[in-house]
């Protein structure tokens, strides 16, 4: 499968300007249509907006704040229905929207990097988020969690893996991130199996108008930029929202880690041993239309689309790639890809106690025409050809008899085919009868397609007692995939109000993870690359965790939890021979605790310290020289991490400061990485700090807010390196300014 959409790896594009000028130029227009006057109460039609309260305002400042408690925060993906936090049957944190525009965050993945219980890895093309402990592995890609936009799987198929950079969604059009540690296969079936983060967009009756952040950046001694834009209205019964994101940067300069046991490196590149041409650029788009047929039935149509195109540096197949070799031809590693989704939903309430909801959801993605893989000849390059393409219907139910229980069934059937990777040589030069740039199809290898179907359905039951003191939630899924058979998922939680602010919850839950298609039939793009098995099983893991949730005064709120996860069957690219090849390596065992502490008082102070701690015994079922060098600790991911934030600002001035800091003990090196070098390794202890100062005190626009805001990433110029694969290590973003601008319309 070819997807033909090349956009440009430079930034900004001509288009994307045009696009969010329309945006921003509609948006105020679209915001002042009839159908949405009529809704606004007989006299304020005509009259202007009331202008937003200013931010040296007490009483507003501390309204702000308590709408940014947790404990006030409705949240439904635990459960499928609206629960608060702290009655919700999972340990579940949300991020909302002030909180990420307050500190600076400009990705999900910077949002989880700042959080207990998450260490995110940096390769320079995707994040690989770890939770508790637990990594995906090489080309992992986050696949340990599900990520859904208002619901919606988000996954990119061939991989299984999620993008959490500046490529998932506009965050102008955010309004919540809601982050679920622990299994949920029980709801969400396959791929739901450490952790599951739901990114819930604005809702047009919110806000009528139109949000634009632009900004330039300087990472090391690079420009770059961003421009994230979004539209937000209601036209009568209809809700609009519309929003679109481009993001440029370029990290040239980074040097390879000394200690990288076994990097492949071209002869044009030694002198040097630094990145360079080291561009990346992400692009999104995001439609939702809602029409409401009632106070609670509705129609949806949802669109999104999201693309990457990234020269990698520090890829496995061979680092340093970018130059000019001495034949005079261009050489790169550029990862270049492309996906999408459009859905379609309904929500029928029926009465007080029964409601349906049917969504059907086609996806596709694949490589973009840019995509290109040097793998270290000087007579071809490796062109990819892989995707897929598919739909997702699901039906379910909520029928409440009483006010104290309430029932949920639900079935789905996915449907996804696949192209399987294919591994084409491009001649770089010509060669016998065939030219430069055509296909050698001698050395190549094609595969044809797979389809994967997996139906699953299942049911959950919630009850709470009289006052809300004590609730029960009890779930089980069965799914039936074509290739690996039946698996079934389960979830039991208690949670127990024992004080007015003291909550207790005990959660087991069960779940599953389908191997990806990569990792089933996986092909090598040269000598030493991956491998896929056809034969492996599915990951399973068993996780128990309590938590104790405490809010000693209205401005203090405190949190620990301790859980415990199983991991049977875990599922990796691992050395066998001269490949990497994927395999059922081990059983895991991962103790994890965390605890947290929250300050907010009035709009003048807050502050967060979390802290991690994690302790992963595995059992490989081998022996022999690899099984005694690698040995039964886990690698990658550090047993503490602590992270602090503190936000203030003065009375009466408009400008609020934030200084927030990461450390990570030192980290062991990878299962690949200690093979290469021989001798089991750890990487030095990092502390990352960062800063945004922000002014409030402009108002370019009548009523409209207007936000300059100065923001810096590692400002102590930390290397690292993080642990890597393939025998390289990561070395750290470099020190990043950015300036943005924020502009309501």
């Known amino acids: 499968m070819k997807i033909a959409l090349n956009m440009p790896g430079n930034f900004p594009t001509a288009s994307s300007f045009v696009f969010l000028s329309v945006l921003l130029v509609a948006g105020p227009a679209l915001g002042q249509d009839e159908g949405a006057s009529a809704e606004v109460p007989p006299g304020e039609g005509e009259a202007p907006e009331a202008p ?127 982050i679920v540690r622990g299994p949920a296969s029980a709801l969400y079936g396959a791929d739901a199996f450490l952790g599951v983060i739901n990114v819930i967009t604005r809702a047009g009756k919110d806000q009528r108008g139109a949000d634009l952040t632009t900004g330039v950046s300087l990472t090391g001694k690079n420009l770059g930029g961003d421009m994230d834009a979004s539209l937000s209205t209601r036209l009568g019964a209809v809700e609009v929202l519309l929003g679109a994101r481009v993001h440029s940067e370029d990290r040239s300069g980074l040097s390879l880690p000394g200690s990288s046991p076994a990097p492949q490196i071209p002869d044009y590149s030694q002198a040097t041993l630094t990145s360079s041409g080291q561009r990346m650029f992400s ?137 399987l990777p294919s591994m084409l040589h491009v001649l770089q030069l010509s060669v016998g009868g065939l030219k430069a740039g055509d296909i050698r199809e001698s050395t190549s290898v094609r595969q044809g397609h797979k389809a994967l179907f997996n139906p699953g359905a299942y049911l959950q039951a919630l009850w709470q007692s009289e006052g809300g003191r004590i609730g029960l939630t ?155 060098l690698v040995g039964w600790r886990n690698g990658i991911y550090p047993p503490l991490t602590v992270n602090l934030g503190v936000m203030g600002r003065l009375p009466k001035l408009p400008l609020r400061l934030s200084v927030e800091a990461s450390f990570r003990s030192s980290r062991r090196a990878s299962d690949s990485n200690i093979l290469a070098a021989g001798t089991p390794y750890e990487l030095a202890p990092t502390t990352l700090l960062s800063g945004a100062l922000t002014f409030t005190g402009l108002q370019l626009l009548p009523y409209r807010a207007t936000t300059l805001m100065l923001i810096g990433r590692n400002l102590l110029g930390s290397a690292g390196p993080d642990p890597g694969f393939s025998g390289i290590d990561y070395p750290l973003a470099p020190r990043t300014l950015l300036l943005l601008w924020k502009q309501e319309f």
């Open 474 to 628: 009890g779930g089980f899924r069965f799914d039936h995939h074509n290739i690996y058979g039946g698996q079934p998922s389960g979830r039991a939680a208690l949670v127990v109000k024992a004080l007015s602010n003291l909550h207790l919850k005990l959660v087991y839950a069960s779940a599953f993870k389908a191997p990806s298609p990569q990792l089933l039939y996986g092909v090598p793009l040269r000598s030493g690359d991956i491998i896929g098995n056809p034969d492996l099983e599915p990951q399973y893991v068993h996780t128990l965790e309590g938590q104790v949730l405490w809010s000693p005064s209205e401005v203090l709120h405190l949190s620990t939890d301790v859980g415990y996860s199983l991991v049977m069957d875990q599922a990796e690219f691992t050395q066998q021979g001269a490949n990497k090849v994927a395999r059922n390596i081990s059983e895991l065992g991962a103790l994890s605790w965390e605890a947290e502490a929250e300050l907010h008082w009035k709009d003048w102070l807050r502050a967060y310290l979390n802290l991690t701690l994690v302790w992963v015994v595995r059992d490989r079922g081998e022996e022999g020289y690899a099984a005694e």
């Open 283 to 419: 692009g999104t788009g995001l439609l939702k239309l809602i029409y409401h047929l009632g106070e609670k039935s509705r129609l949806t149509l949802a669109a999104g689309m999201s693309t990457i195109e990234r020269v990698a540096e520090f890829a496995d197949w061979q680092q340093l790639a970018n130059g000019i070799d001495a034949q005079g031809h261009s050489r790169k590693n550029q990862i270049a890809l492309v996906m999408g989704y459009v859905d379609l939903g309904a929500t029928f309430a029926l009465n007080e106690q029964l409601e349906l909801n049917a969504s059907a959801t086609y996806f596709t993605g694949g490589p973009r025409p840019s995509d290109r893989i040097d793998v270290g000849s000087d007579t071809y390059w490796v062109r990819r050809e892989f995707g897929f393409s598919g739909c997702e219907v699901s039906l379910g139910a909520r029928y409440q008899p009483i006010p104290s229980l309430q029932l949920m069934a639900g079935t789905d059937l996915f449907y996804d085919d696949e192209a």
């Open 52 to 178: 937003p309260a200013e931010e040296d305002d007490d009483t507003q400042g501390l309204d702000d704040e308590l709408d940014m408690l947790q404990e006030q925060v409705e949240v439904t993906t635990a459960t499928k229905s609206m629960q608060k936090v702290e009655e919700a049957p999972a340990v579940i944190t949300v991020v909302t929207r002030e909180q990420i525009e307050r500190w600076g965050y400009r990705s999900v993945a910077e949002v989880l990097s700042h959080l207990a219980g998450f260490f995110v890895q940096d390769d320079h093309v995707l994040p690989n988020v770890a939770v508790r402990g637990i990594i995906g592995g090489l080309r992992a890609e986050s696949g340990i969690l599900k990520v859904m936009i208002d619901g919606r799987s988000v996954a990119f198929r061939s991989t299984s893996g999620v993008w959490l950079g500046p490529e998932l969604i506009p965050l102008t059009a955010v309004e919540s991130i809601e």
